[in-house]
């Protein structure tokens, strides 16, 4: 090759390679543009593993977009108020919510019935179902009605069954108490007598101080010794049986996601999974040191007898009866929850009920 044609070659190819690059540069913009959301949350700062679950998305969408998507995470109260989250998401005032759907049952059932209902399934339970099982793709057919798209975004394994003022050792106990708990397990509660309160996480102490209220479930140990409720109500109930599993839902503005570029919604739906799942590792992780500081501070455990228990089923089959009669939502979503609950419970019953069991046996015998 010649001298001539050689920088003839290279200068031809130098101005293509050029030339993609220009073209290139405008295409990678593109796919990622400057995005910025703001999320409202349902909890308290200071609760950094359920309210935390928001700034682990955050921090993901960040961290994979070289900063262009940008979630500006609020504490409940700061911009909305905390049970107003959906609401707030749904009417396009905020872009995003972490919250949980039963805080919303009072617009409607079908809110709660993928989030949490009483004697439903555990935390693997509703991640199986929730993952291969169409739940996402179910719930969302019911929150488009309302403009939102949701992904789970978090779960507190089974939570304890609440903070009493006075033992509860029969049915007739419950009967006229006050008690601080959430949406729908509060229409089955309420079906033995007790007067369900809805009161966000922050409001619940004061309200236990003063004898506003007689007893409140909140999540679990780590979470409960941070708001300090054994000071004033030293009877810790479990189990939580109208949270055997909870899912934490991100919600966000139906219009707002659908407006996102694909990668930035593959993004989405991968950084709100991993939150999903780093919310119950670090629960597992926290909660067995938690459980034994609130009993060396003065917590009395107490387990639902098994007449409050089976009372407390029989309840809320019927309330279940109720809203399946009237609500093809809720029935649609629920029926599909039951088929997998008796598939579910069936192989726990197997080899990990079995396997628990034998180990919780060593453990309680001091060879762990």
Known sequence: ???????????????????????????????????????????????????????????????????????????GGEIVPALEAANEVSAGNVEACHTVGYYYWGKDPTFAVAAAVPFSLSARGINAWHYHGGGIDLYNEFLATHNLFGLPGGNTGVQMGGWFRKEINTVADLNGLKMRIGGFAGKVISKLGVVPQQIAGGDIYPALEKGTIDASEWVGPYDDEKLGFFKVAPYYYYPGWWEGGPTVHFMFNKAAYEGLPPAYQSLLRTAAQAADANMLQKYDWLNPVAIKSLVAQGAQLRPFSPEIMEACFNAANEVYAEMEATNPAFAKIWGSIKAFRSEHYTWAQIAEYNFDTFMMQQQNAGKL
């Open 1 to 75: 090759m010649d001298r001539r044609s050689f920088l003839t070659k290279a200068t031809v190819g130098g101005a293509v390679a050029a030339g993609a690059a220009t073209l290139a540069a405008p295409a990678l913009a593109q796919s990622n543009p400057k995005v910025t959301w703001r999320l409202t949350s349902s909890f308290p700062k200071s609760l950094d593993t359920i309210y935390g679950g928001a700034e682990v998305l955050s921090k993901m969408m960040s961290d994979a977009t070289d900063g262009n998507f940008q979630i500006q995470v609020f504490a």
